[in-house]
């Protein structure tokens, strides 16, 4: 089983839409997880840490679920801006280095 | 800019050349990671330092991949006997030791083999 799986997507919406990707991964004793963003030919950039309480940041927000080992991120009214990839992002306990996902390409169309 | 830096940005050899990257983390930033990165995939890990220490490889890196970070601060990443399934994008981040704490990437250097 892969360390951090996604769905590939990808995932074609129209603005405004609400839309939302999952993230399952291996490793229960895994304490930090991320999601980043990755704009074509561009290196990836931090969207939001991912709290165990779940978090907003505007039209974002993500949640962790524990028990099912898995995050997910909700993105609602989409704007054409939120084209890109996401990247789901799961810290390994033994030495806290960081695996990613293979990342979920999201399109938003006029 | 006080950012992650990666030299060269792009690069393009022979098959059977050797190559080598460097990664200038942020300065304060103890943790530094290599990744590769080819088209629709995301970064996979090849390995992780910790200041000078190298704390984890992966396992599907061969023995033709090298990185050291001599003094805790630039890194190398050397491939000898270039392939062409090594073309790939290299990226190297860097972050705090913390919990939580993000990794800033650098642009990469664009490895093409011919």
């Known amino acids: 089983r892969k360390e951090v799986e996604q769905d590939p997507g990808p995932f074609n919406v129209p603005e405004g839409a609400t839309v939302a990707f999952n993230c399952t991964y291996s490793n229960s004793a895994s304490q930090s997880f991320f999601w980043y963003r990755q704009d074509c030919r561009k290196e990836p950039k931090l969207l939001m840490s991912?709290?165990?309480s779940g978090n907003e940041d505007g039209r974002f927000t993500a949640q962790l679920n524990r028990a099912s080992q898995y995050i997910s991120l909700l993105i609602r009214d989409s704007k054409l801006s939120d084209s890109a990839t996401y990247l789901c992002?799961?810290?390994?306990?033994?030495?806290?280095?960081?695996?990613f996902g293979a990342g979920t390409r999201l399109t938003v169309k006029p | 800019d006080t950012g992650v830096s990666q030299d060269p940005r792009h690069k393009i050899t022979k098959r059977g050349q050797n190559v080598t990257f460097r990664c200038d983390p942020i300065?304060?930033?103890?943790?530094l990671y290599w990744y590769r990165q080819t088209l629709g995939q995301g970064p996979e890990f090849l390995t992780y330092f910790q200041n000078e220490a190298q704390l984890e490889k992966s396992r599907l890196l061969s023995d033709r991949f090298s990185a050291e970070r001599p003094k805790g601060s630039f890194s190398t990443l050397e491939i000898q006997r270039t392939e062409q399934g090594d073309s790939a994008m290299y990226l190297c981040?860097?972050?705090?030791?913390?919990?939580?704490?993000?990794?800033?990437f650098g642009q990469g250097t664009r490895l093409t083999v011919v």
């Open positions: 991912v709290y165990s």
């Open positions: 300065s304060e930033h103890n943790r």
């Open positions: 992002v799961v810290n390994i306990p033994n030495n806290n280095d960081m695996r």
């Open positions: 981040a860097s972050s705090l030791e913390t919990l939580n704490a993000e990794a800033f």
